[in-house]
């Protein structure tokens, strides 16, 4: 806290400007703005004069930080019913068309809303825009009204398959996985077959359900000339990404490509004193058990309850299950339920042994920063990447929900909580934090490059927007193949005048 202060207060001395900018985050993901929402706070800590609109406002104001509201006339939220999520293959493949219908409703409701048409009227000038990349490109036109100042994209998990296009980051999809797919490294000859049509398909749903209604609605909204969403996101100087190579995998990167996993992890903070005496109090070792925010106990399967707790039952170890009902039907000793828990606090607590996650990126990111082993039971989205990556590096061991029995939850377990995976668990912990600048510096350097320079352009490559057919050299493969082609028929046709010419005179000689 003092050095916060301290920092804070050098900041405000040594400063050199401060910039306006603006932070666009229309998509309704609660998750997705906590791993965002401490660079907001740290830029305006910092002096600069940060606008935020979003659906999240600060409960109590800050300094330097204006929020616009543009939530209330939407909500995806909602209680996500297990059973509803078969983890089939084709759900997978579908999920981003359910981004794109979720990411529409964001649009629609966001940008008529009263507060953003206000916000609009008011023609502000900004330094920079940070906006999140996920699915609601609707709202670039913004950037495009507000005279292009240098843009940011931020993105809360790993790259979605069409991404790629924004810095033109290599995504060759012999070896680079697809956002959606459970798949680990090295890709099998069918899993790469899978993958790259299903890279070649996700494009294609970005164009259609995402890129073309966004283009319908953005220029009701901001007017017909507005240039085309894609051509502005490709104007983007920095892309910030939430993820690590050690945790996510690692992978050829641009220069524009910033990795700020772990932006969201502060300095542990004191538990309440019920949850620390309870961790305190187990000898063994406390398990700590939490799907997220949108999978809520009580639509949790009762007989899928009852494998955990007859589990349970089977190790010293207590539990801590987030749990958002009063009481849970016949609970053990050895389990305690909280509506609400301070998840990071407690994952870093010495006691905590083993947390059961669902894999969103947000806990599994907090959990390899404790450096404690996960059991994950990936549900929708990213998490069965996450999941994967996750079990590659030695951070936790995957549990499959669909086929959970009492003896598949007993040997995750028994994997996790021994000596030697809680090993491998901290070394990871170790090689994640191991880095040149924390991630929250890191997320802010970058900020202030991009406005103290009036943009970053000179940190793309040549390959952002160039067309297919030069990217993959099919022209120049082309033109070669016809060189050679020529080549080879001319030496053809030499080599049988040639032959011809000897065979004429052999058979001369013969007639001779
Ligand atoms: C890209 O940025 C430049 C410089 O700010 C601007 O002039 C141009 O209009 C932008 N292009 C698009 C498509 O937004
Ligand atoms: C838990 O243990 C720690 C370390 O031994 C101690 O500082 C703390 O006061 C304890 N908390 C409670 C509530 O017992």
Redesign the pocket.
Same mark, same amino acid.
């Given at each position: 806290m003092a050095a916060t202060i301290l920092l804070v207060i050098i900041a405000l001395f040594t400063f050199a400007s401060a910039y306006k900018i603006l932070g666009l985050f229309p998509y309704e993901g609660k998750s997705h703005f906590i791993s965002f929402e401490p660079l907001l706070k740290a830029l305006a800590a910092k002096g600069h004069e940060v606008t935020v609109i979003s659906h999240f406002p600060q409960k109590t104001p800050l300094p330097n930080l204006n929020d616009i509201d543009i939530g209330g006339s939407f909500s995806s939220t909602g209680v996500i019913n297990l059973d509803y999520l078969t983890g089939s293959r084709f759900q997978k493949y579908l999920t981003p068309i359910v981004l794109a219908y979720l990411g529409y409703q964001s649009c629609v409701s966001g940008l008529s809303n009263k507060n953003f048409q206000n916000f609009i009227k008011t023609d502000s000038k900004f330094d920079l825009i940070i906006s999140e990349a996920f699915n609601t490109e609707c709202f670039l036109g913004l950037?495009?009204k507000l005279?292009? *100042?240098?843009?940011i994209l931020i993105h809360s998990c790993i790259l979605l398959p069409w991404q790629d296009d924004i810095l033109a980051m290599p995504s060759n999809p012999a070896y680079i996985l697809n956002h959606f797919m459970p798949f680990s490294i090295p890709l099998s000859f069918f899993e790469r077959v899978e993958n790259t049509i299903l890279y070649i398909f996700h494009h294609f749903v970005f164009k259609l359900f995402i890129d073309i209604p966004g283009k319908i609605i953005a220029r009701s909204h901001f007017g017909s000339d507005i *240039?085309?969403l894609t051509?502005?996101s490709?104007?983007a100087s920095v892309l910030l990404i939430n993820t690590h190579f050690t945790s996510s995998g690692a992978q050829p990167m641009v220069p524009g490509y910033i990795e700020v996993g772990g932006m969201h992890v502060e300095t542990p903070k004191a538990l309440p004193k019920h949850i620390e005496k309870w961790i305190n109090e187990s000898t063994h070792g406390v398990i700590y058990f939490s799907l997220g925010s949108m999978i809520k106990g009580h639509s949790f399967p009762e007989d899928k309850r009852q494998m955990f707790i007859r589990a349970f039952s089977r190790f010293p170890q207590r539990v801590l299950w987030k749990w958002e009902a009063d009481t849970m039907p016949e609970k053990p000793e050895n389990i305690m339920i909280e509506k609400w828990m301070p998840q990071f606090d407690i994952l870093c607590h010495p006691n905590v042994k083993a947390f059961i996650a669902h894999g969103g990126l947000l806990g599994v990111t907090e959990s390899v920063h404790c450096g404690v082993p996960l059991i994950v039971m990936p549900q929708f989205g990213d998490q069965f990447t996450n999941a994967k990556a996750i079990e590659a590096n030695g951070g936790g061991v995957i549990l499959e929900y669909r086929s959970l029995d009492e003896e598949s939850i007993v040997n995750a377990l028994k994997t996790v909580l021994d000596p030697s995976f809680n090993k491998k668990a901290k070394e990871l912990s170790a090689r994640f934090r191991d880095r040149p600048m924390p991630p929250l510096e890191t997320a802010i350097y970058w900020v202030e490059y991009v406005a103290r320079h009036?943009?970053a352009?000179h940190l793309r490559t040549a390959a952002v927007g160039m067309p297919l057919y030069q990217y993959l050299l099919l022209d120049v493969i082309t033109f070669l193949s016809v060189i050679l082609f020529i080549l080879m028929y001319i030496s053809f046709v030499i080599t049988r005048a040639i032959y011809r010419k000897i065979f004429k005179i052999k058979e001369k000689v013969k007639q001779n």
């Open positions: 950037v495009n005279k292009s *100042p240098p843009l *240039p085309s051509d502005i490709l104007n009036g943009g352009p």
